[in-house]
């Protein structure tokens, strides 16, 4: 909000809260298909009102699910996600509005567009209406934009010289001069109407590109640490989907700050296909791309007005994820914690073929008596001691986060015993942290954590614009060690690396 105080001084409020925080280990990314808004640029919300303002609300035919799973993570406890709209080539909605030759405007003809790509501006109708200039003011022009299942907009008095200015806070459409100015004194009618309906608007199915445009965007952003794809099992199948699967752990691996919680695909619903799919992303072994993901199942039913619907597990997960975070901290596991705004599962699996599940590191979601809906497991896929459980791996992302944070700014100082002293108390005063907050093993802080920074891993030998600092942290459960090997080097910046 912007106001002015004194002439040639403003005064501009930034909403609290706004501003990225790469410290936080509760906000999600979301990668999925949503009515309307951006394509492929990330957005960060807030609340749902943030995400039907920008996206609209969940489509009412259900043709895709990341809206729900995204309303499920605010309902359960988050607070902040950024959401990548992921769609396939479509065409935007559109019609032109031939004005004429009325002064003041800025056109003889416009060029009227929706916001975003998609069949969800189809029908959109603007009411238009041009009053002259008279003795009870100066010309202006008001507009109704209605859109098919959302709610109206309305705009009055806007300058017509100004128009496609004044529409920029629209959330439907905008307005592009496509003509030659008015003819200079043709004032016109006093009074002027039209009606514009839009049309052209076109839908597609993402494909395997476009998932994978949206994997680089979410990891070129510092701030989320829980990624969810709720709609990838419904777009992709096969192959595809296990090949976007992959280089989505890949990707997230190397950045050692971030959880992928996957759904098992909606064709693979039953014990044996989920094995069967587990299976595909298992089978490399590599305990370092698996202790990036789990996997929740089965998936949910909500309530949606009279009727039910059912809905991947994801974003209900990462809601209560989150909401753990905030109130206990990023070590707690999910586990035992109750999901709330669901009031069903959408399979009921018998004890025989939950056990073989949770041994092939699928994480269950129950139906428990005078608890109802419950998380039954806090594991990633990985089978390996030092990457299995998810409160180890988030201790290790918010350490991560933590450390980047303090060490950044020492990239570019000289190796020299006052800058690994330096960076021993930085890091140290991190762990501390940790520590008190019960995040660490041990009754003292030198059982919980140990940091080394002096010549036994910087020799004299050693490049002088590189230094080397090993932290070891204990954390409270499990019991593996944590290693980590931090690199500052005056070339590449820092480099963090699980030892």
Known sequence: ????????????????????????TDVAAFLGRFRRGPVGGPVRVESWNDVVDTFGPPPPEGAFATPYALRGFFENGGRTAWVLRVSGPAATARTRWTVGDIAGFGATGYRVTATSPGSWANGMRVAVRHQASTVAGPPGVSLRVTVPGEAPETFSGLPPAALDDGLGASRYLRLVPDGRPPSPGRPGPLSTSWDLTLAGGT??????????????????????????????????????????????????????????????????????????WV?????????????????????????????????????????????????????????????????????ELPDPQQVRLFEAGVDLIRCTRGRGLTVWGGRTLSAGPRTRHIAH?????????????????????????????????????????????????????????????????????????????????????????IRLRLVLGQDRGLEVIEA
């Open 1 to 24: 909000m912007a106001g002015e105080a004194l002439p040639g001084v403003s005064l501009t409020l930034a909403p609290p809260g706004s501003g990225a925080e790469p410290l936080r």
């Open 203 to 276: 839908d597609t199915p993402p494909a395997r590109q476009e998932y994978t445009d949206a994997v680089t965007a979410q990891c070129d952003l510092p701030e989320p640490a829980l990624v969810a794809l709720p709609d990838l099992g419904t777009d992709l199948t096969g192959g595809a989907h296990t090949d976007v699967v992959r280089e989505l752990l890949t990707a997230v691996s190397p950045l050692l700050d971030r959880l992928v919680v996957l759904d098992v695909p909606p064709g693979k619903a039953s014990a044996d296909a989920a094995l069967e």
């Open 393 to 481: 791996r988030r201790l290790l992302h918010l350490l991560v986060r933590a450390v980047r944070r303090v060490t950044g700014p020492l990239v570019f100082d000289v190796n020299s015993p006052e800058l690994r002293l330096t960076l021993v108390r930085a890091i140290t005063s991190v762990l501390l942290s940790a520590f008190r907050a019960g995040a660490l093993a041990g009754s003292r802080p030198e059982q919980a954590f140990r940091v080394v920074c002096d010549d036994t891993n910087n020799p004299p030998e050693q490049d002088p614009g590189q230094l080397v600092c090993e932290v070891e942290v204990a954390p409270a459960v499990p019991m593996e060690f």
């Open 279 to 347: 299976r595909s992303l298992t089978g490399t072994g590599d305990d370092a791309l698996l202790g990036c993901a789990a996997v929740y199942h089965p998936a949910l039913r909500i309530p949606d007005g009279p009727a039910l619907r059912t809905v991947p597990a994801s974003g209900h997960v990462l809601g209560v994820i989150a909401r753990l975070d905030t109130e206990r901290g990023a070590h707690h596991t999910p586990a035992n914690a109750v999901v709330l705004e669901a009031v069903d599962l959408a399979a």
